[in-house]
């Protein structure tokens, strides 16, 4: 049986690879071996919303959102990318990631050259 991964090297894998889909984040609290980790995401959109966010095994928890209308407080995710979809819309999130992807493969097909 596999031993999960610890929580905290989960948050820096997603700092390190996921940084061109948010602005910025911050990892508040994360213990190797507790089940927990706290962190805060924002928003690469002009509203520079912010949403708190409790890491467990489980889920991605919204602890707090800077956005009062249409707020993600008390949302349960399964993932990231799931988390990033919701914080700046699926359209935005959408769009992000295929131009990501196009530039990479722009980049892999020049390097063949």
Same mark, same amino acid.
């Given at each position: 049986m596999l031993e999960p991964r610890p929580?905290?090297?989960?948050?820096?894998?997603?700092?390190?690879?996921?940084?061109?889909?948010?602005?910025?984040?911050?990892?508040?609290?994360?213990?190797?071996?507790?089940?927990?980790?706290?962190?805060?995401?924002?928003?690469?959109?002009?509203?520079?919303?912010?949403?708190?966010?409790?890491?467990?095994?489980?889920?991605?928890?919204?602890?707090?959102?800077?956005?009062?209308?249409?707020?993600?407080?008390?949302?349960?995710?399964?993932?990231f990318e799931q988390l990033l979809s919701?914080l700046d819309g699926a359209e935005v999130?959408? !769009?992000?990631?295929?131009?990501?992807? !196009?530039?990479?493969?722009?980049?892999?097909?020049?390097?063949?050259?």
């Amino acid at each position: 049986m596999l031993e999960p991964r610890p929580l905290a090297e989960d948050l820096y894998h997603y700092k390190e690879h996921y940084q061109d889909m948010f602005h910025e984040l911050e990892i508040l609290r994360a213990v190797p071996g507790e089940p927990t980790a706290h962190f805060r995401l924002v928003s690469r959109l002009p509203s520079r919303r912010t949403v708190e966010v409790l890491l467990s095994e489980s889920a991605f928890h919204v602890q707090k959102d800077s956005q009062e209308e249409s707020t993600l407080r008390d949302a349960k995710f399964e993932s990231f990318e799931q988390l990033l979809s919701s914080l700046d819309g699926a359209e935005v999130f959408g !769009s992000r990631l295929c131009d990501l992807v !196009s530039q990479r493969l722009r980049e892999d097909a020049g390097a063949w050259h």
